[in-house]
């Protein structure tokens, strides 16, 4: 039995040594398989086309996050995403400074400043703003009960309109009136049939004009030529984009050039290596003992 690596040599030095000392044999490699019904797991980012070459396979573990990118597992394959308290944490910063940084215009300050032009704009307390999050899951939670710590009137959304603490949470039926109360929009939700494309024309037509959005989903969430037309007609009046579509987003793209816009290179978070590591050793021990086993991801919902 042996979990089978195939992602980036600079995490395989970090996680060998804990497998081996967890008392797990880790094979680096599809080159280095001699038997293939020895691999039992697999830690990668994007699979082998074929899996049916490892008769003994029981997991795939995603090396980081997100699983929108991974295809259907074979019969008897679970697929679990990385559960890492730093994924959590770094994308709660990273949502929490583009909040702040809309909130007082940065974007404005940011153009005046090519120009040299001295200039104060507004200044609204965090009360006043309506934050809304779509996708209130693990790390939207933490941003939410943050954002509201500094005094941001928070709200979230998902589907299944889960409760959580101190938070107004609204359902899949609610989503129109929480778009309507919403000033400032992140968007943490997870990509799948259902939400691909779901910041739309539609949708920012419902929201505050003037409104700003912060996402840090996945780029396939958004219509990159609705959010121009939102930012022309006024309905939108900034954004700051952690993800873009098409990603890397290509140097002539208007989005760049745009000073209502703000744009990072998918750097919201990064799986620390050692704390991947601790997870794959989780999800085996978990295999191994018949427990719940962390990051399971139900593919017929995506996440």
């Excluded at 398989?33 to 697999?42: F, K, Q, R, S």
């Excluded at 090396?63 to 770094?90: F, K, W, Y």
């Excluded at 919201?268 to 991801?297: F, Q």
Aim: charged share 20%; net charge negative; with cysteine.
């Amino acid at each position: 039995m042996a979990l089978l690596y195939t992602s980036l040599p600079d995490r395989a030095k970090v996680w060998l040594p804990m497998l081996e000392a967890a008392g797990e044999r880790m094979i680096i490699g599809e080159d280095a398989v001699t038997d293939p019904a020895d691999v039992t797991y697999l830690a990668c980012w994007q699979p082998p086309a074929d899996l049916s070459r490892y008769p003994s396979l029981k997991a795939v573990i995603c090396v980081a996050a997100g699983v929108d990118h991974m295809p259907p597992m074979p019969e008897g394959v679970v697929l679990t995403r990385t559960i890492a308290s730093g994924i959590e944490t770094m994308v709660r910063d990273w949502v929490v400074m583009a909040t702040l940084m809309l909130h007082r215009q940065m974007p404005v300050y940011l153009e005046q400043a090519t120009t040299g032009t001295w200039q104060a704009q507004g200044i609204y307390p965090s009360h006043s703003r309506c934050v809304g999050i779509m996708g209130i899951g693990r790390i939207g939670a933490l941003a939410a009960q943050t954002l509201s710590g500094l005094g941001f009137d928070v709200a979230g959304w998902s589907r299944s309109g889960t409760p959580v603490d101190g938070i107004e949470v609204y359902g899949a039926d609610g989503l129109p009136d929480f778009l309507q109360r919403t000033d400032l929009l992140v968007c943490l939700l997870p990509l799948t049939d259902e939400t691909r494309g779901i910041l739309n024309g539609d949708l920012f037509a419902q929201l505050p004009h003037g409104a700003m959005l912060v996402h840090a989903g996945r780029g396939a969430h958004l219509d990159m030529q609705a959010l121009q037309d939102a930012l022309n007609s006024g309905r939108i009046a900034s954004a700051m984009l952690d993800v873009t579509d098409p990603e890397p987003l290509p140097a002539d793209h208007w989005a760049w050039a745009d000073p209502r816009v703000i744009v990072t290179p998918h750097v919201a978070s990064l799986t620390d290596y050692a704390e991947g590591a601790e997870h794959a050793i989780n999800v085996i021990r978990a295999l191994r003992e018949g427990a719940e086993i962390p990051g399971l991801v139900d593919q017929s919902k995506g996440y």
